[in-house]
């Protein structure tokens, strides 16, 4: 599932605050964003066609579908494939290409990788 920058703010407040009706939403992000309430109901449709978010009713309640580590996986996922053909490998070598780690960050990365093994 691809979400546009607008749409995770919508998920970062409902990871933030847990549930919460629409109209808290639209509060939240007017004072967070600036949005006016007919932004954060449009961009809270597409959240919710895209079934990365729920609605509830009655109340128009609003649930997160979607776990941030969930997200945050699938885009590093669909950056992976976008800019390193795919390769987890390509990706963490332009990562870490001039990086200086500390010997425990080393230490972990190793440890990281034996898992995937």
Same mark, same amino acid.
């Given at each position: 599932?691809?979400? *546009?920058?607008?749409? &995770?703010?919508?998920?970062?407040? &409902?990871?933030?605050?847990?549930?919460?009706?629409?109209?808290?939403?639209?509060r939240?992000?007017?004072?967070?964003?600036?949005?006016?309430?007919n932004?954060?109901?449009? %961009?809270?449709?597409?959240?919710?066609?895209?079934?990365?978010?729920?609605?509830?009713?009655?109340?128009? !309640?609003?649930?997160?579908?979607?776990?941030?580590? =969930? %997200? !945050?996986? =699938?885009?590093?996922?669909? &950056?992976?494939?976008? *800019? *390193?053909?795919?390769?987890?490998e390509?990706?963490?070598?332009? *990562? &870490?290409?001039?990086? !200086?780690?500390?010997?425990?960050? %080393?230490?972990?990365?190793?440890?990281? %990788?034996?898992?995937?093994?």
């Open positions: 599932m691809k979400l *546009f920058d607008s749409e &995770l703010k919508i998920l970062e407040a &409902l990871w933030q605050h847990g549930e919460l009706t629409a109209g808290q939403l639209a939240i992000l007017a004072q967070d964003t600036g949005w006016n309430r932004t954060t109901y449009t %961009v809270l449709k597409k959240c919710i066609d895209k079934g990365a978010v729920c609605r509830i009713d009655p109340g128009y !309640r609003c649930q997160a579908l979607v776990t941030r580590e =969930e %997200v !945050r996986q =699938e885009e590093t996922h669909q &950056l992976i494939r976008r *800019f *390193f053909d795919g390769s987890a390509q990706f963490f070598t332009a *990562f &870490l290409d001039g990086e !200086r780690l500390s010997p425990q960050e %080393v230490e972990r990365l190793k440890e990281l %990788v034996n898992r995937l093994q």
